[in-house]
T-cell receptor, first 112, second 114 residues
Framework: TQLLEQSPQFLSIQEGENLTVYCNSS?????LQWYRQEPGEGPVLLVT?????EVKKLKRLTFQFGDARKDSSLHITAAQPGDTGLYLC????????????FGQGTRLTINP | DAGVTQSPTHLIKTRGQQVTLRCSPI?????VSWYQQVLGQGPQFIFQ???????GRGNFPDRFSARQFPNYSSELNVNALLLGDSALYLC?????????????FGPGTRLTVT
């Protein structure tokens, strides 16, 4: 069974601080997605990383895929209250059903 | 452009009843997947359908079933509801391209079993 472990599960910081969320597994994934989910809504795709070592930037968010394609990180610079939400990483297995394996999520709160 | 739509938004059922949830994918997307998200956890894969055929099934009991129609919309059925089936049921559509498996989610159906 492929698992993705996210850490931390909860994070509460002040506006303007930087933070990093980690997503780790012992399994290799063909790609990894990061989603953000608001209460009562479905996850919204932020980014997909496919190549080991790949780095993608989305404004103040930086996403990295590990060289071995087993882990990923999300770094937010100068966090803002609008960044508050549940961040989910999800991996696509190398073989098998076209499904996503999700981490348990990181609930991020940015305090003004 | 319309995103993934799901109906109903909320649903309250009693233990032992049956429920049908509906999903319409993004136009042009031929693959639909269903996920269950229990409060405080990440989504768990239930089914994936592509071109009306089941292409994947998660670790869920046979009480869960689904189908996809010629217009690529989909239904998820759950029989003999249990309290533990209370969750947000998410539908996601994708257009397989290069194996990236990017999936786009609908707003979900909140099912409460009493």
């Amino acid at each position: 069974t492929q698992l993705l472990e996210q850490s931390p599960q909860f994070l509460s910081i002040q506006e303007g601080e930087n933070l990093t969320v980690y997503c780790n597994s012992s399994s290799v994934f063909s790609s990894l997605q990061w989603y953000r989910q608001e209460p009562g809504e479905g996850p919204v795709l932020l980014v997909t990383v496919v190549t080991g070592g790949e780095v993608k930037k989305l404004k103040r968010l930086t996403f990295q895929f590990g060289d071995a394609r087993k882990d990923s990180s999300l770094h937010i610079t100068a966090a803002q209250p609008g960044d508050t939400g549940l961040y989910l990483c999800a991996g696509a297995p190398v073989q098998g059903a076209q499904k996503l394996v999700f981490g348990q999520g990181t609930r991020l709160t940015i305090n003004p | 452009d319309a995103g993934v739509t799901q109906s109903p938004t909320h649903l309250i059922k009693t233990r032992g009843q049956q429920v049908t949830l509906r999903c319409s994918p993004i136009s042009g997307h031929k693959s639909v997947s269903w996920y269950q998200q229990v409060l405080g956890q990440g989504p768990q894969f239930i089914f994936q359908y592509y071109e009306k055929e089941e292409r994947g099934r998660g670790n869920f009991p046979d009480r869960f079933s689904a189908r996809q129609f010629p217009n690529y919309s989909s239904e998820l059925n759950v029989n003999a509801l249990l309290l533990g089936d209370s969750a947000l049921y998410l539908c996601a559509s994708s257009f397989p391209a290069g194996g990236s498996y990017e999936q786009y989610f609908g707003p979900g159906t909140r099912l409460t079993v009493t």
